[in-house]
């Protein structure tokens, strides 16, 4: 018997893959149709690019087990969950305890950036920093170029730019590692990571919980109350430093230690 070539071998994956979606996409429009026969009353929210539906005790109940069915017949086909744009989830239920509804909710942009203050970690993350933020440099500036909107000076002049920025950023970090107890170092992206929609609440016992939301498919809250949200406290403390400190690369911020 004989092995397909590499070709053949990739044409019949791409011929599985195929296949295998048609079938995922047919049980994902079943199972569609049955959430929103269920969510028929319920209230709907749009925040931060999600989609919320507030559901009573019976939705919540009928939308677990249709969770279950869909779950039962997506284990005939060989995917794994991680990826909900091929394996036919349809939504996702944000308190799935049955015994747990949510008394009050609030919606919010939340940011989860890298703050690191440790003396160690920072020393490590800023000395791969040095390579990391030059090789977003010159990507950056490959893919501007690529464009050939550039004339063959322009490109030269570029590049030069491009090094001669990398070097003085890479000079300010070896400045930072040699004299490092004479500044406070933070290494964040506070200013730069991305912001998710994020939602609040308070279960019947009391106990808080705190959820990102999915943009890609409806998100589901069962809610039986009324109550106002709560006021969430801002982290000020990094945003003053970023605020006084000196930013290098990409994530460095530094000043001056205040004498003693």
Not at 42 to 61: D, P, S, T
Not at 66 to 75: H, N
């Amino acid at each position: 018997m004989s092995i397909p070539s590499k070709k053949n071998q990739k044409q019949i994956k791409r011929e599985k893959t195929k296949k295998l979606k048609t079938a995922v996409m047919a049980v994902s429009a079943e199972l569609r149709d049955s959430l929103f026969d269920i969510l028929i009353g319920a209230e709907r929210i749009e925040y931060g690019g999600a989609e919320v539906f507030l559901v009573n005790k019976e939705q919540i109940h009928a939308l677990i087990e249709l969770e279950k069915r869909g779950s039962k017949q997506m284990q005939r086909f060989d995917i794994s969950e991680a990826d909900a744009d091929f394996t036919g989830k349809t939504f996702s239920i944000i308190n799935k305890d049955r015994k747990s509804f949510a008394v009050d909710y609030k919606f919010y942009m939340r940011v989860t950036p890298l703050i690191l203050t440790d003396e160690e970690k920072v020393r490590k993350r800023i000395l791969s920093e040095m390579g990391i933020w030059a090789n977003i440099q010159r990507k950056g500036l490959r893919e501007a170029l690529s464009s050939g909107e550039f004339s063959e000076d322009e490109a030269n002049r570029m590049k030069r730019e491009t090094e001669v920025l990398i070097e003085e950023e890479t000079a300010k970090l070896r400045e930072i590692i040699e004299n490092f107890d004479e500044y406070e170092v933070v290494v964040t992206n506070y200013e730069t990571s991305p912001a998710y929609p994020t939602i609040y609440y308070n279960d019947k016992q009391g106990k808080k919980h705190i959820k990102h939301l999915s943009i890609k498919m409806p998100n589901i809250l069962w809610y039986e109350d009324k109550e106002h949200p709560r006021e969430h406290r801002k982290d000020a403390n990094i945003v003053q430093f970023i605020r006084s400190a000196t930013k290098v690369a990409n994530m460095v911020y530094f000043k001056p230690k205040a004498s003693q």
